[in-house]
C-alpha cells in the first residue's frame, strides 16, 4: 500500500513507514529476528510502538519520538546495516517506550542511565542470535557512551545535519551556517525557558 510518497505495511500491529519498500522488507525481517530468538521483547515490542518509520535521523542511527510512540531508523542505515544491526536498534528504542510507558523520562540527569538500561536489553538481545556478542564485546560498548549531555546532543546533530547538506550539495559555508544558526537559536530557547522558570 502506498501512502503520498511513502510506502506503509502494519506488522503485527506495529505501522512500518518508508520511502523505498525494500526498506519495509528489512525492517519486517529485522522484526522476525526479535520474534524469532525473543519472543518476550517482541510482545513488548509491538504494545510499546505504535511505529516504525524509516527517514533521516540526525544525530543517531535510531531515535524513540515519545508524541507519536515511534522508533525513527535512519534510512541510511536501515540500507545498509544486517538485519541483527537493525533489530538490535530496535529492541534499544523500545525499550525507551517501555521505559516511559513506566513512567520514566529522558531528562538530562537520568539519560546515562536510561541509556544504559536500553543498551543492556539491547545487547541481551545480540546475545542471544546466531553469532551474537559476548560479555567482553557488551563490556566495551556499554563503556563507550558518547556525551548524552543536552549540549553533547545538539552538537552531534549540528554535526550530522552538516554532513546531510553536504550530501545534497550545500556549499560549506552556507550548511556551516546554517548549523551554526540553529545552534544559536536552540541554545537561545533554551535559555530563555530556563529563565521563565
Known amino acids: ?4 510518497l511513502h510506502h506503509v505495511r502494519r506488522i503485527d500491529g506495529v505501522l512500518v513507514v518508508a520511502f523505498e519498500p525494500v526498506n519495509i522488507d528489512r525492517i519486517e525481517s529485522a522484526l522476525r529476528l526479535i520474534g524469532d530468538h525473543d519472543p518476550i521483547r517482541y510482545r513488548h515490542l509491538v504494545q510499546d510502538l505504535e511505529r516504525i518509520w524509516v527517514s533521516v535521523v540526525p544525530g543517531s542511527v535510531a531515535r524513540f519520538r515519545r508524541s507519536d510512540w515511534t522508533c525513527d531508523l535512519d534510512e541510511p542505515f536501515v540500507e545498509t546495516a544486517t538485519p541483527e544491526l537493525i533489530a538490535s536498534a ?4 523500545a525499550t525507551h517506550a517501555r521505559l516511559y510507558r513506566m513512567g520514566f523520562g529522558y531528562e538530562e540527569a537520568i539519560r546515562e542511565r536510561v541509556e544504559h538500561i536500553c543498551l543492556r536489553r539491547e545487547l541481551a538481545f545480540a546475545a542471544k542470535i546466531p553469532g551474537g556478542i559476548d560479555n567482553h564485546d557488551a563490556e566495551a560498548i556499554l563503556h563507550s557512551l558518547p556525551d548524552l549531555s543536552n549540549d553533547g ?3 552531534r546533530r549540528g554535526e550530522d545535519f552538516r ?10 559555508w552556507l550548511a556551516g551556517f546554517f548549523v551554526s544558526t540553529s545552534s544559536w537559536l536552540h541554545r537561545r ?3 530563555k525557558s530556563a529563565g521563565t522558570r
Open 153 to 155: 546532543f545538539a552538537r
Open 1 to 4: 500500500m502506498q501512502h503520498k
Open 189 to 191: 530557547r533554551r535559555r
Open 90 to 93: 530496535i529492541v534499544h528504542e
Open 163 to 172: 554532513a546531510i547538506f553536504l550530501r545534497l550539495g550545500m556549499p560549506g
